[in-house]
């Protein structure tokens, strides 16, 4: 009778630990790169204990709405300017809690091959939303094709642009839509992970890149509170590791770059 009650209380304490170890993360991410990158560090992370579950969205906003409802414990998609200005305008109660990459956001065309012989009045298509349409104004003004108006930064819009000797032409579409307007405009100013996303590399098919001292470091986010959660902590520890950068600097070849 002993021994059956010590086996009846190691089945429980047995139970109870493969319960433990099957705990669920649930990443909200955009499917490339960070959906790949995720299902790469899936069995590191079951070593820690975590089971990975990746929910994927095509948009910048739904991983944020997701995330603040407690839908899923952590995202991986966004730059830190952007969750900050979701956080500001959307009344956000989540955190950045560590940068993993930057995606050099680059300038596309089919119509010229040196951004200088833009025509004037060309068609220019850029990201809709206020941190990656202002990042794309920057983009244009380094290389020399508008003047933003000063103290304009990252959330700067086509309203703030005080000198456009060429008089391009703006559209603003939803980021992920830029791709699909290459082959209508002069030139496309597209995050990396949409244009990876169609078979573009930054480094080779653009005609102008983004300086490699981007600030624009994407991050892992969580919920307020929660940036020390054993699995968001998981999590990170995973994503740093050198198996993906390796990944990163093997498949992508520029177009994602560790920044650790």
């Not at 002993?2 to 499917?31: G, W």
């Not at 004037?120 to 094709?145: F, K, T």
């Amino acid at each position: 009778m002993k021994n059956f009650i010590l086996s009846a209380a190691a089945a429980v304490l047995f139970a109870a630990s493969a319960a433990a170890a099957a705990q669920t993360l649930t990443v909200a991410a955009t499917p490339v790169p960070h959906g790949d990158i995720l299902r790469l560090i899936a069995p590191d992370l079951k070593s820690q204990g975590f089971d990975l579950k990746v929910v994927e969205f095509s948009d910048f906003v739904s991983p944020n709405i997701a995330l603040d409802a407690g839908e899923v414990n952590a995202n991986y998609y966004q730059h830190k300017p952007f969750l900050d200005d979701a956080v500001k305008n959307r009344r956000l109660r989540i955190a950045s809690v560590a940068p993993i990459h930057i995606l050099p956001m680059a300038a596309y065309s089919k119509k010229v091959k040196n951004i200088k012989d833009l025509p004037e009045g060309a068609h220019v298509s850029i990201p809709n939303d206020p941190a990656n349409g202002g990042r794309a104004l920057l983009l244009l003004q380094s290389a020399g094709l508008i003047k933003l108006k000063d103290g304009s930064g990252a959330t700067a819009t086509v309203l703030d642009i005080a000198d456009n000797p060429k008089k391009l032409r703006f559209t603003e579409v939803e980021a992920a839509q830029v791709p699909r307007t290459i082959d209508d405009v002069e030139l496309a100013v597209v995050n990396s992970n949409y244009a990876i996303g169609v078979g573009l590399n930054p480094v080779k098919d653009s005609i102008y890149l983004e300086d490699k001292d981007s600030p624009y470091a994407v991050v892992v986010a969580a919920r307020q509170g929660d940036e020390n959660d054993p699995g968001v902590q998981a999590l990170i520890k995973a994503l740093r590791s050198d198996k993906v950068k390796k990944f990163m600097i093997d498949t992508y070849q520029g177009g994602v770059v560790p920044v650790w």
